[in-house]
């Protein structure tokens, strides 16, 4: 059965003013958002990850700015977005997000219980003692105990792992289409981090949301995505079900992102980690841009930009080594044994 796409991003380009200089941040994506899915956006830091979906909410800095491409939804383009009017019909009301650090997203002079009626008020037409009701209910959802009496708390009197539950409470009360929980784990620890990401998938199944995930590390989205894209230098290299990005990697950066995790390493060896850095995206990049940084990079990688080959209906990745003509290379032994492990064949 076809899914339904909820979002199509086609052709995006977002580039960057900096001090008179141009920023070449997202290079070309287009990507189908399914309703009712899970999508992760993995890569490292700075390869436009919070950029790309900020776009879908109007959320990019002044000097930001898209300069070409289409972002649909709901029969809509939102890159021909321009006033603050167009865009508060979509975001928290369509497109909600979930910042990764609560105490910037948290206003400590106002109670918790103010914080969430107001985005109750606002998009769900509710007021007073409906209003708080609501919010009581919500802070059940996230699994915030003793509900009716912590929402005349301030953000202070909650741990992290608390705020964190404020902070996708509020997002909920929004009941938004779409859910963006940006690095929604980044400053918890690893017991919390677990937790948050069990109470991300019940509220999806819950408010049937369809949820995007941005993170550096493949290991947090292992068990909630069911798609993952892989994103680098401001391009998405690989796509696919969580099953074929993790046990049939089919891009070098692929290879070195799972190659990277800690859980991956040998006793006695030390952890790999990618050489080299990310391209200057102040200049254009030439060929694929990871090339550079890829041991097994062919000639043409640093001349001509590789285009989508189909690995599967559901998998695709932007490599040449998937070129029928390209030499046979199989991928790193670690990458291989994940695999092996995975197939029962160890």
């Known amino acids: 059965m076809e899914q339904e796409v909820i979002l199509s991003v086609k052709d995006l380009e977002v580039k960057f003013n900096l001090r008179g200089k141009i920023l070449n941040a997202i290079r070309g994506i287009s990507l189908?958002?399914?309703?009712?899915?899970?999508?992760?956006?993995?890569?490292?830091s700075g390869s436009g990850k919070s950029v790309f979906v900020k776009t879908f909410m109007g959320l990019l800095d002044a000097n930001g700015m898209i300069t070409n491409g289409e972002i649909l939804y709901d029969g809509q383009d939102l890159s021909k977005f321009k006033t603050e009017k167009d865009w508060l019909t979509i975001r928290g009301r369509k497109i909600a997000m979930v910042m990764q650090d609560p105490m910037t997203s948290l206003n400590p002079l106002k109670t918790i219980g103010f914080q969430i009626c107001e985005a109750i008020e606002l998009h769900q037409n509710l007021h007073g003692a409906a209003a708080e009701a609501a919010a009581v209910e919500i802070l059940n959802d996230v699994g915030i105990p003793d509900a009716a009496n912590r929402i005349k708390q301030y953000?202070?009197?909650?741990?992290g792992g608390m705020r964190q539950r404020v902070v996708?409470?509020?997002?909920?009360?929004?009941?938004?289409?779409?859910?963006?929980?940006?690095?929604?784990?980044?400053a918890l620890d690893v017991t919390i981090q677990a937790q948050i990401l069990s109470l991300l998938k019940n509220l999806k199944d819950k408010y049937d949301?369809?949820?995007?995930?941005?993170?550096?590390?493949?290991?947090?989205v292992a068990n909630v995505a069911d798609r993952i894209a892989v994103m680098y230098a401001g391009d998405i290299v690989e796509i696919g079900k969580c099953e074929e990005v993790f046990y049939n990697p089919r891009h070098p950066y692929t290879w070195a992102l799972l190659s990277s995790l800690p859980q991956l390493g040998i006793k006695g060896e030390n952890l790999f980690s990618i050489k080299g850095a990310p391209p200057n995206l102040f200049s254009h990049v030439e060929g694929d841009a990871f090339a550079p940084r890829n041991p097994r990079a062919l000639k043409i990688d640093f001349v001509k930009r590789p285009p989508y080959f189909e690995i599967s209906p559901t998998h695709k990745a932007r490599t040449w080594l998937l070129d029928p003509r390209a030499p046979k290379l199989d991928p790193p032994e670690i990458i291989q044994k994940l695999h092996q492990e995975v197939s029962g064949d160890v």
């Open 32 to 44: 189908d958002l399914y309703k009712s899915e899970s999508l992760a956006i993995v890569g490292e």
């Open 155 to 159: 953000p202070h009197e909650f741990s």
């Open 168 to 186: 996708i409470a509020i997002a909920v009360a929004c009941k938004p289409n779409i859910l963006i929980c940006d690095e929604p784990t980044t």
């Open 209 to 220: 949301l369809t949820t995007i995930y941005i993170t550096h590390d493949l290991g947090v």
